[in-house]
């Protein structure tokens, strides 16, 4: 089917949220610089219930999907390789960092910072073929950094973290903490969550304690490396109590907010140990005022830093990281729930439950399901 148009199900959020409708466009072939893509597994994260929910406002009808995997159907005239050079033919498996830069703005030339693009976008018109992963093919434009997935790398475990580990690696990067982490409070056990378990397993933590209220997450966290969890049924003085007890008098030298909840902030400032850093990285989709006392900033020597999205370095590292990984930790099993397209309230509903660990979007699912 070289050159011919093709139909693609989508799956479509209006601008306002609400339920996900179906959708189905024409997608032509690639055109110069772009790559046409079958998709193999798209991630469902939980800014996409934010978006579900109208938390924020989006400009049109929009195809979900931020975090993805496909294989190659089509490559545009002039596409000869990936974003790090290497050779990309039909059938390759890629995945690719979500925010197309304009690669002209300051951000982009001056401070090599392409999450902060003003013109970058997270999403695309639900009527035009675009990347959005809720879909069974994409269209990836020029100037998007995709990379070829290392041959022996699953797609699953790639997406299992999906954004996440992207999001992470930046964070810990932005935080600034050289050689090894000794210890590390993690609040909040989703993806982002669970990224900063595998994160801080990298960098020598001997122990990485996760908040969470979900035991299925929990579970999970110590499977990737976390050396204590505390379910949020404990009410806060004993968690604070239990992390002193985890991490000694001077506390952890990291805390990582991955809840996106507001009250998670508070309790993060008065967790983080003296001279350590307190990072935000899941406050990203929650919305408010919460008070501090400065004073404790201050008497702690704490730094409070805020990361958002990541760079197209940090989804490349996030690749080969997961590659690397999969061979000794089970990253596929994080993948708890699977729905096709034409399932994406569902799957959403899912997520938002805490049901799933992870879940996906993997077109021609209910079919599978059904044989």
């Not at 799933?356 to 021609?364: C, D, E, L, M």
Request: hydrophobic fraction near 40%.
């Amino acid at each position: 089917m070289t050159g011919q148009a093709r139909a693609s199900r989508v799956a479509v959020l209006a601008e306002g949220g609400g339920p996900v409708d179906s959708g189905r466009i024409e997608v032509p072939p690639p055109g110069p610089g772009q790559i046409l893509a079958r998709t193999l597994l798209g991630g469902v994260c939980g800014t996409d219930v934010h978006l579900r929910r109208g938390d924020f406002a989006l400009p049109f009808p929009v195809v979900l999907g931020h975090e993805g995997t496909g294989v190659v159907e089509e490559l545009g005239a002039g596409v000869t390789h990936d974003a790090a050079g290497v050779e990309l033919v039909p059938g390759d498996a890629v995945y690719w960092c979500p925010i197309p830069p304009c690669h002209r703005c300051y951000y982009c030339t001056v401070e090599k910072d392409f999450s902060s693009c003003p013109h970058g976008a997270w999403f695309h018109p639900a009527d035009q073929p675009g990347w959005g992963s809720y879909a069974d093919l994409v269209t990836l434009p020029s100037g998007m950094a995709v990379y070829r997935i290392p041959d022996g790398a699953s797609p699953e475990a790639v997406i299992a973290l999906g954004c996440a580990l992207p999001a992470v690696l930046q964070g810990f990067d932005r935080a600034g903490l050289p050689g090894v982490v000794d210890s590390v409070v993690i609040q909040g056990a989703g993806p982002i969550g669970l990224s900063a378990v595998l994160v801080a397993r990298q960098r020598g933590a001997r122990t990485i304690v996760v908040i969470d209220q979900h035991e299925n997450r929990l579970e999970t966290a110590r499977e990737l490396g976390a050396t204590a969890t505390i379910p949020l049924s404990v009410d806060a003085e004993r968690r604070r109590e239990r992390v002193a007890e985890l991490c000694g008098p001077r506390g952890p030298r990291l805390v990582v907010e991955a809840a996106g909840v507001l009250s998670a902030f508070g309790e993060g400032v008065d967790l983080a140990g003296h001279n350590g850093c307190y990072l935000l990285i899941g406050l990203w989709s929650g919305h408010g005022a919460a008070s501090i006392d400065p004073t404790v900033v201050v008497h702690k020597n704490l730094r409070i830093v805020g990361s958002c999205y990541a760079q197209p370095e940090h989804y490349y590292r996030a690749m080969n990281l997961a590659a690397r990984l999969e061979r000794t930790i089970p990253l596929a099993r994080i993948i708890t729930h699977r729905f096709d397209v034409a399932e994406a309230d569902a799957a959403l509903d899912a997520v938002e439950r805490g049901d799933a660990v992870k879940a996906v979007i993997s077109p021609g699912e209910a079919k599978e399901r059904e044989s």
